[in-house]
């Protein structure tokens, strides 16, 4: 059971990226070979599933965001046959991301079967966390006098 489609990777990377990854042969109605594209999200669920299968029972059933990146991810590598950096480094991250689940440092993330709850938006746009000001105003009117 793969965890991502191919609606999945057209979402994410747009179809024509899959033009590009999976071409179709020539005289095709389609734009892209789906077989292939299909197959290579085949293979990164069984490879995400090699990991994760050390702390769950595999397949994990439910559309759990983190889950389909990693498989998009896994599978984008594979097809990208460049070799591009940007790509390759997104499939260290999304093995990475597996074996630390598998060793417990991460989670599948919120949904039926995440083992963390999901954070809630936050409203008015960015935030920004930082320690207490050394300098306030009244230590700096000191010194610009």
């Known amino acids: 059971m793969a965890y ?16 590009a990854l999976a071409p179709a042969p020539a005289g095709a109605t389609v ?21 994760l299968a050390v702390k769950f029972p595999v397949p994990i059933a439910g559309g759990l965001p983190l889950l389909i990146k990693a498989a998009c991810d896994l599978a984008r590598e594979a097809l990208d046959r460049q070799g591009r950096e940007p790509i390759r480094d997104a ?3 999304a093995r ?15 949904g039926p079967d995440g ?3 999901a954070v ?3 409203e008015g746009g960015v935030q920004v966390l930082a320690p207490d000001s050394v300098f306030d105003g009244e230590a700096l009117e000191a010194f610009l006098r």
Do not use: C, H, N
């Not at 299909?38 to 995400?48: G, I, Q, T």
């Not at 991301?97 to 599948?108: E, F, I, M, S």
């Open 4 to 19: 991502a489609t191919v609606q999945d990777m057209i979402e994410r990377f747009t179809e024509a990226e899959l033009r």
């Open 31 to 51: 734009s892209y070979a789906a077989a292939t594209v299909e197959r290579a999200l085949d293979d990164a669920s069984a490879e995400l599933d090699s990991y």
């Open 91 to 93: 499939g260290k991250r």
């Open 96 to 110: 990475q991301w597996a074996k630390d689940v598998a060793a417990g440092r991460a989670t599948l993330g919120s």
């Open 115 to 117: 083992d963390a709850e």
């Open 120 to 122: 809630p938006p936050i």
